[in-house]
């Protein structure tokens, strides 16, 4: 191992040590590193002498290879799609490209995309057909005047309530959401006139501060956001009167989404942009996850796509049958046939009647009714004398010891 790859794996242990769920990835990928590298130019498959745009079809080609939706099956896929981005990272920014071909992969300063190393980014298939990605790598380095790594602003995370029906229909729904925007007095800048600002000293702008600790023998190069400057890189001398230079306010502000069919209770919806400006107002905004509860329906209990509910039936209709309809939530009749001589505890299906399967075709899941013996409050003394003179009909020829014993069996399926 070289000098910096040394001091590059330190400072990945200081990040492990401070990490949570990022440990393992990190320690993963620092073995992957040293280990082997492989060349950017023959991950491309490659020269050196490539075009930019020789550059952007290799890369668009390979992605499209292996993108990990592409290889379902393919645990290799996902870190060949990784190798891949990382290396069209670095060989798509002309700066970094530079620095690549001077030093290789040992560039002073250690990794260009801070002591995790790279960390892979979340492409849309559909983008490698178009050119949407371009973006999302435009964003990894920036411009050096806003290195900085945290470039998206913070998401946010809402309960919504939606009805039981939404569940059958999908529902177009709407919040009303008081979040941090940016300032509309300052456009997110902080500073009253344009020229209000000035870069940090601290960091000269950078927004993040790079200083050597001392650990026993070891010195460790320890990058930490700039305190002087929040990280912005910038400084307000002028700051806005509405938002007091923080150059973001608290404002009301109206989302629309989607709720799609079969959606369940604790089922977020992503809305892309609508979270959090990020710091300085340089970079995207974070997300909006809204979470949906779903209201009971009066009657029915969910499982998944299919839906269960008890129904109450008195002693004639369990003994002689009967149909009852009772309105449903596709806008028809549900007919629950009982047969003769049914039992309290017997359950009818009705396949398909139930609620659909969330983003899938697998139609829609079924309905079970409970049969439950309905027993009234309160009787009339007329039915109760009816009921006395009927008694002996209706009991059960067998002494009461051969009718547990029989109760038994049919329990016990024998
Ligand atoms: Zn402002
Ligand atoms: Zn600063």
Known sequence: MTGKQIIAALVAIIFLEKGTVEKSRCLGKVAVHMVDKRDYYEILGISKESSESEIKKAFRSLARKFHPDKNPDDPSAENKFKEIQEAYAILSNPEERQKYDTYGHNRPGGSPFGPGGFQGVNIN????????????????????????????????????????????????????????????????????????????????????????????????????????????????????????????????????????????SGNRIKISGQGEPPRGNIGENGDLFIEIEVSDHPWFERDGADILMALPVNYADLLLGTTVTIPHIDGKELQIKIPPNSKPGDTIALPRRGLPHMRSSRGRGSVTVLLKLDIPKKISRSLKNKLKELKSDISNPLSLEDSIIEEAKNRRGK
């Not at 380095?141 to 900085?148: I, P």
């Not at 939606?162 to 007095?185: H, K, M, R, W």
């Not at 109206?254 to 369940?264: D, R």
């Open 125 to 264: 298939i559909d983008d490698l057909f178009g050119g949407g990605f371009e973006s999302i790598f435009g964003q990894i380095f920036g411009s050096s005047r806003s290195n900085n790594r945290r470039k998206k602003g913070g998401d946010l995370l809402v309960r919504h309530t939606v009805p039981f029906q939404s569940v059958y229909d999908g529902l177009d729904d709407e919040i009303e959401i008081e979040a941090l925007t940016s300032c509309y007095n300052c456009n997110g800048s902080g500073s009253r006139d344009p020229n209000g600002t000035r870069s940090c000293p601290s960091c000269n702008g950078r927004g993040r501060v790079q200083r050597i600790e001392r650990v026993g023998p070891f010195a460790q190069q320890v990058v930490s956001d700039c305190p002087s400057c929040n990280a912005t890189g910038t400084i307000v001398t002028n700051p806005c009167k509405s938002c007091n230079g923080a150059g973001k306010s608290y404002q009301n502000k109206k989302i629309k989404f989607s709720v799609p069919q079969g959606i369940a």
